[in-house]
């Protein structure tokens, strides 16, 4: 293992998108199990030391490569398309109506059938978002897009978060 190594090169996973969940949570028990500072007990505490940066590293990794939008975010930056929410927030128009949309249905929301209908279109969208990632990145190497995608995503991210916020006011 190289701690140079990027996520992908770590985890011996093609750098792509799509990845299978269940090998991705084998493959970190595996190099959890390979990196473990009890393993390295017998061989000082320097030994210790680096195993515990290779265990953290690993779950770093791990982090990143199994939320979805956080891998597509990082292989967004690792083909030079910095995502850069804070200072790029342009949007098309249609996206920014749909917010103005939801920000609305979520102010005028009174009961649990209102929000978990919001919670289900927000959802469908998340999807939605997240396949077309996977197109993007993986099938046309577009990143310029895919990094407006996460963009967006992220957007519906903090607004599924208000949407629960909102839930817990109406104590539903």
């Known amino acids: 293992m190289n701690l140079q190594s990027n996520d992908f090169e770590l985890f011996g996973i093609a750098e792509c998108f799509a990845q299978d969940r269940p090998a991705l949570d084998a493959r970190w028990k595996e190099l959890q199990r390979q990196a473990h500072p009890d393993k390295f007990a017998a061989q000082g505490a320097a030994a210790q030391r680096v195993a515990m940066q290779w265990s953290v590293r690993i779950n770093e990794a791990y982090q990143r490569l199994k939320e979805p939008l956080r891998r597509a975010a990082y292989l967004c930056e690792l083909r030079g398309t910095p995502i850069q929410a804070e200072d790029n ?7 920014l109506m749909q917010q103005m949309e ?3 249905a979520l102010e005028d929301a009174q009961t649990a059938a209102a929000i978990d209908a919001l919670d289900d279109e927000v959802m469908r969208a998340r999807k939605a978002g997240l396949a077309r990632c996977e197109v993007l990145i993986d099938q046309q190497q577009d990143v310029g897009s895919a990094a407006q ?6 957007f519906i991210a903090r607004f599924a978060d208000d949407i629960e916020r909102r839930r817990e006011q109406l104590g539903q």
């Open 149 to 154: 995608q996460v963009r967006a995503l992220m």
């Open 89 to 95: 927030t342009a949007m098309p128009a249609a996206f």
């Open 102 to 104: 939801w920000r609305e």
